[in-house]
């Protein structure tokens, strides 16, 4: 009978038939990131509330309206983590990762909570994939990890995904372009929604990426944020984009693109999904040069981005003929009898040692049923222990795709194997 207890709002279970996809990205990021000399690191889910106000932004919506905050049996104040770099950034103080003239690379795969409206690929709690990059402001940096990210998606199948870059310029020269951006948009302040409105006042920029059709409109009359920026970042931003032609890697340059958080200097970026819908961003991120210092650190320069892990397995699960939620299911191991079932759990043992997926029933009624559980199971073959094979000392291995049966030596398990791997499919050894 079905429960009242439903997963609270906005969240959601993860499914066996699901996990395996989410195991191949997050398995497949890992050892994609190890090819750019990433090593992993691990932050806590919930961080004390300061941080946030400190990082992401006191002004964003993130902190002012989407956190999970709440006061431990202590009175501290703490916050279900939003977003993964200010985690990052405070470990990396915390354990002087940052050692002046090195390049540090992190990465990062867990769950982040905001309390937004959930829709289409867009949860209360959702997982993010997340790199950062310490101690270079230069632009090969910024290059080579959004090529980085590229690079993976089409790995792992990707279909449809564009980049789009910008310049979000730095304090030298941010502070110009916001006053021109008030200037341009205060005559239509009547005509702006009423958080627009706000942040036409607090952080006019965040009005470029508002989703309200009417402040769609009336962005065009902002003026472009790269014609503001100082030489330095005007340069920066040229390099960027040069090394990124260099690099093969396609793009699009999206002046409206300034991205939810405050901390971002000079190059911002998102990879969008056609296939997404409303929410189609895929990853984002950008450089954040001011961020470390402003934390109470040393002046190091930082890039990075978070992929929105939920949202790539949903594109991967929609696309066409790709199949990356089947778990291997190499062989059922088939028998009767007491005799049988000892000489079975051997037989499934001795496969699994190999790096086959192997699978019996503990308590089997007859060949037939559990011939019907190989196939349900989708395992290619079936190993048949039944007594026939028990008298002669012998399995027979039977090929589910089209009934072809061999007869094996009993116990010559390197042999089963490499019939096993010679019918294709998943690797013995793997
Ligand atoms: P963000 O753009 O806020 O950046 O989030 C990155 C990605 O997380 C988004 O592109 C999206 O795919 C996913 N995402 C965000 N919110 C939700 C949600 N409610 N439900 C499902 N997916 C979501 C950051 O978080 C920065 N920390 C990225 C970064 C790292 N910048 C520099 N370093």
Redesign the pocket.
Known sequence: MPSDLKAAKGTKDILPEEASAWQHVEETSRRHFALYGFEEIRTPIFEPTELFNKSTGSETD?VTKEMYTFTDRSERSLTLR????PGVVRAALEHALLRKGEVERLYYIGP?F?Y?RPQK????Q?S?I???VFGSAHAAVDAEVMEMVLALFRKLGVAQSSLQVNSVGCAACRPRYRTALQEALAPYRDKLCPDCVKRLDTNPLRILDCKVPGCIEIRQKAPSILSFLCEECRQHFEQVRGLLDALGVAYQVNERLV???D??TRTTF?VASSSLGA?D??????R?DDLVASMGGPATP???????A???VMVLSESPGRDITAPPADVYVVHLGAAGLKEALVAARKLRESGLAARLDPDPKDVKKQMSRASAWGARYALIIGERELERGAYTLKRMSDGFQRELRAGDWDEVAREIAAGGGHAVGA
């Not at 690929?121 to 209360?124: E, Q, V």
């Not at 930082?302 to 929105?308: N, P, Q, R, S, Y």
């Open positions: 993130i939003p977003e993964g770099t982040m905001r937004e690929g867009r949860s209360r959702f993010q997340g790199v950062e991205r939810g958080l901390y971002y998102e929410q961003a895929l990853c984002g991120g950008g954040y930082g890039f990075g981005f978070a992929i929105g939920d949202r790539l």
